[in-house]
């Protein structure tokens, strides 16, 4: 599978990415694919690549470029550990939604640029944190996402001003959320009040339950989930066929 290391200016500075297509040739659709609250690890090199052979280009960017060259995080351990725990959430914390649509802007225009992607619009998929991102992204570059898909996504429905559900009325993508059984971050009062903001705003949209638990769609999280997987798969790349421009 063709990959290609890089990196790209947002306005906050150099964002390291890697990007993912198809053997032979394109141009084929473009999708960011945010990784959870680990951030970008192998399991996420090899999940890229798998979209990638689904026939699309894939750009795996780090989110937690501004911290510079941070310490890897072993997803398996570290909220167990205290400390651990401490420095994943606060990283996890520090990605405001105003940065993931400034940054989301940059990758769009990377991905645009690169011959081997077509169209001006564009795919989005993410897991814990990035499932959150995905929606944010989806409200806040309305005109340059197609297609949006969540899985374990946590916080798509807050208290916040910045609550991702309260962009409904700005999203002109087809969106799909894929909850976790049992997931205090994404409940089934979350799922309705979700649902009826994006009805209210004739958002496509479909909302589905994994009998799995959050975490269910990313290999080297414990509470990772094989037949959940596969179903992931399945409908990402249902909703992503139907809206991405080949």
Same mark, same amino acid.
């Given at each position: 599978? $063709?990959?290609?290391?890089? #990196?790209?200016?947002? $306005? ?22 945010? $990784? ?8 996420? /090199? ?48 520090? !990605?405001? #939604?105003? *940065? *993931? ?16 992607v ?10 814990? *944190?990035? &499932?959150? @991102?995905?929606v ?8 340059? !996402? ?8 946590? &916080? ?19 969106? /799909?959320? &894929?909850?976790?059984e ?33 975490g ?17 798969? @399945?409908?990402? @790349?249902? !909703?992503?066929g ?5």
């Amino acid at each position: 599978m $063709p990959n290609l290391t890089d #990196s790209l200016t947002t $306005p906050d500075g150099r964002c390291p990415v890697q990007s993912f297509t198809p053997d032979g040739d394109g141009p084929w659709p473009g999708v960011v694919m945010y $990784p959870d609250a680990g951030g970008v690890r192998d399991t996420f /090199y090899q999940m890229a690549a798998k979209l990638a052979g689904f026939g699309y280009a894939v750009l795996l960017p780090d989110v937690y470029y501004r911290h510079g060259h941070w310490a890897p995080i072993n997803i398996a351990t570290a909220f167990g550990d205290a400390n651990e725990r401490k420095r994943v959430m606060s990283m996890m914390d520090s !990605v405001t #939604s105003d *940065m *993931m649509a400034s940054d989301a802007g940059a990758f769009f225009d990377y991905l645009a640029a690169r011959p081997e992607v077509a169209g001006e619009r564009f795919g989005v998929c993410g897991y814990c *944190m990035g &499932g959150r @991102t995905s929606v944010v992204v989806a409200g806040r570059q309305p005109d340059r !996402v197609a297609a949006a898909a969540s899985f374990h996504g946590g &916080g798509l429905v807050t208290d916040t001003a910045d609550s991702p559900h309260l962009l409904a009325d700005r999203i002109k993508a087809t969106v /799909y959320v &894929g909850g976790a059984e049992n997931d205090a971050s994404f409940t089934p009062d979350h799922a309705e009040q979700l649902d009826k903001a994006l009805t209210a705003a004739g958002v496509e949209h479909r909302i589905e339950w994994y009998s799995a638990a959050h975490g269910f769609a990313v290999p080297d999280n414990p509470p990772y989930d094989a037949a959940a997987d596969e179903r992931h798969w @399945t409908a990402m @790349t249902e !909703v992503f066929g139907a809206k991405l421009a080949g």
